[in-house]
């Protein structure tokens, strides 16, 4: 909880929330088989992967710090105009 709190959310913060998503799918009859750490990060990350490999490696790292290695190796996307 203190990683919530914290105001600056890191990797770790990313897998407590995947826990967490795993608990309620088990609370609700679903099955987490197959799932791994990582997955639910899949579909808010656009980098997954990256971030899959760097928690791993350095779960205390800040989504900020990573947000700087994805623009490091060219991984971020431009900006999408908002079209009305």
């Known amino acids: 909880m203190d990683d919530l709190k914290s105001g600056e959310p890191r990797i770790q913060t990313m897998l407590l929330m995947e826990a967490f998503f795993r608990s309620l799918r088990s609370d609700l009859g679903i099955s987490n088989f197959g799932l791994k750490s990582g997955d639910f990060s899949h579909f808010m990350l656009r980098n997954g992967a990256l971030f899959a490999e760097i928690a791993a490696k350095k779960p205390n ?16 996307a431009a900006p999408v105009a908002n079209k009305r």
Do not use: A, D, N
């Open 61 to 76: 790292m800040t989504l900020q710090q990573l947000s700087e290695l994805e623009k490091k190796l060219g991984l971020q």
